[in-house]
């Protein structure tokens, strides 16, 4: 049987097209109704601004399961490449005068840089190692960017150059949202992405069989940096002010691998489905229980964990191909054939004779 064998049927994945396509024809067109403050109307700025921040959690949570997910490096500093490139193209646009494009586009740039030297050193450890080095790369850039006043404005924090605009950048990231998805797509089904899973599984054999596992690990850390410095320039630009505390928050990792785990780990569709149930989960949450969010937030987390540990696309399959709904079926026949069993033989002697 197929591993995914309710994701692989093809009507499944033309109906999975279908609806994917029309919802961001859907969302394509939401700005054309939006209300200004005052009137009445469902649209609003303020649900566009939700639908941005929704969209760079995605294409954050996608960048994210490229190493996390699919080459199996967990990754619990992932935010510094959201304030390597905030904190970039606020420099390139405070201090040098660079237009905000071209500001953000350094800020990438600044982002693989860092990348390719942090990673070169970090990717060579394993496991818990890998985590924890990349936790402590996240702390001391913070405290870097903290006491490089004269090219940050340290604690003080930085202004750029206001710019509100939300169908503007709703647009932005609804773009870069749905290019980011479609390139884990495309890029899961190439040699370069199945070398990952290939790292993933069993990085000795790897490296047993000639790949050169540093260079592919280096490649798509790098990529997923570019990524999420992108989304962190647009993100420093959209809210006009950064310093430390703000941009650089351990919570944004933390919400980054809960969204992935919660849709599904490693696989394409997993950030998107984790990334919108746990954006608005979240939301709803903080609007009703505002003292305990964290407390409601958690427990629910916890259950789905219990519930669902192979997340939300995981648990349509499991690794033996099986359907939780085949599997039940498959435990009910068992146990009937059981009791027939028992029933059979609590009928017969020994010999076979009836009693």
Known sequence: ????????????????????????????????????????????NSLLFNFTQMFMMIAMAASWNLTGGFTGYVDFGHAVWFGIGAY??????????????????????VSVVAALLIGSATLRLRGPYFSIAMLATFVATREIIRIAKPLTD??????????????????????????????????????????????????????????????????????????????????AYQ??????????????TLDIIIATILGGLGTVAGPVIGSVVFYWLRDLVWSHFLHYHLIVTGGLLIALVLWVPEGIVGSLSDRSGATPLSRLLHRNREEQSE????????????????S
């Open 1 to 44: 049987m197929s591993r995914h064998l309710i994701l692989d049927n093809p009507g499944v994945r033309r109906a999975g097209l279908f609806l994917t396509a029309l919802a961001v024809v859907v969302l394509a067109i939401l700005p054309v109704f939006v209300v200004e403050r005052g009137q009445e109307g469902f649209v609003t």
């Open 88 to 109: 970039g193209t606020g420099v390139f646009m405070t201090k040098v005068g660079l237009s905000f494009p071209v500001a953000t586009a350094g800020g990438v740039v």
């Open 154 to 235: 340290g604690g003080e924090g930085m202004t750029l150059p206001p710019y509100l605009n939300r169908p503007l950048f709703f647009y932005v990231t609804l773009i870069l949202a749905v290019l980011v998805v479609a390139m884990t797509w495309w890029l899961r089904r190439t040699q370069f992405g199945a070398t990952l899973i290939a790292i993933r599984e069993d990085e000795i054999g790897a490296d047993m069989r000639g790949i050169n596992t540093t260079l592919h690990k280096i490649t798509v850390f790098a990529i997923s940096a570019a990524i999420t410095g992108l989304v962190g320039g647009l993100w």
């Open 239 to 252: 809210n006009t002010f950064i310093d430390p505390d703000i941009v650089f928050i351990e919570r944004r």
């Open 339 to 354: 009791d027939d069993l028992i029933e059979t033989a609590g009928g017969s002697d020994p010999d076979g004779t009836e």
